[in-house]
């Protein structure tokens, strides 16, 4: 049997855009079919956030501290957690989440262009045809 392609998202902001390649996942199959989709960035330390109106359950897997460009969901707030380096409740230079999330996959790109969202931007998350 062969492995579907991962899923591709853009996730876009007035200075910029990243694409990025999901898991195969409930949580990723919940995003997708929520897309496209459209809300207001938060950023907490070297981490940009935001609501995505899609309520899962946290999965078996959920972690707290991950990888620069990890696309996480926090499934406290239903929100995209985009970590691109230490948040105030970090260790040293990891990336630590507010809490337990369902890694979705990484950025294909450099995460480090996520420092240009500032609080208040409109984001957008679009699916991109495989």
Known sequence: MQTPPPLQIRISW????LDASLGD???S???VKALPLVSTARTWGAEAY???GVSVSRETGAQEAVEPGTVAFWTDGDALALPYGPTPISRD???RLAG??????RFDGD?????TVRDGDTVRVELLDT
Not at 100 to 105: D, Q, S, Y
Not at 111 to 115: N, V
Request: glycine content about 12%; proline content about 15%.
């Open 14 to 17: 007035p200075a910029g855009h």
């Open 25 to 27: 996942t409930p949580t």
């Open 29 to 31: 199959q919940a995003l």
């Open 50 to 52: 935001f609501d995505t």
């Open 93 to 95: 230079d990891e990336c």
């Open 100 to 105: 337990p999330c369902n890694v979705l996959g």
């Open 111 to 115: 995460p480090g262009l996520l420092a």
